[in-house]
């Protein structure tokens, strides 16, 4: 039986209460991944990519905007946590062409820094 797409209403409410406890503050965030194991941070990088990735290219995009900055723009929309993040998912118009605030901003890179220190390796998706 072949399998369902993932989709982001599939994301568990633990990764959304992640988000929320942290507050859009990335070192915040930092002291709540520092206790989790190996899996757990993995299992949130890989949700946070793919929450991201869902919100790139058109129609959240704007026309003239860069990878980066879309990138950047996706990133910081699920750095606002599920309520905000569904209100741009279920209406593309309301995502943001320019970054509103730097509030959120760097979830990622305190993600991959935290993998590296606990584990004194880069985490990769292999």
Known sequence: MPRKPWTPEQTPD???ELIEKAGRDRH???ELLLP???GELYDFHVLFGR????LMGPPYAAPDATEDAE???AEWVVA???DYYFDVYKNPEKTPHTLPNKN???FVSTVLNVYHHLFGED???A
């Open 14 to 16: 633990s990764f959304w």
């Open 28 to 30: 915040k965030l930092r």
């Open 36 to 38: 989790l194991s190996r």
């Open 51 to 54: 929450l991201a990735s869902m």
């Open 71 to 73: 990138e950047d723009i």
């Open 80 to 82: 606002q946590g599920k």
């Open 104 to 106: 959120g901003i760097g």
């Open 123 to 125: 985490l990769s998706y």
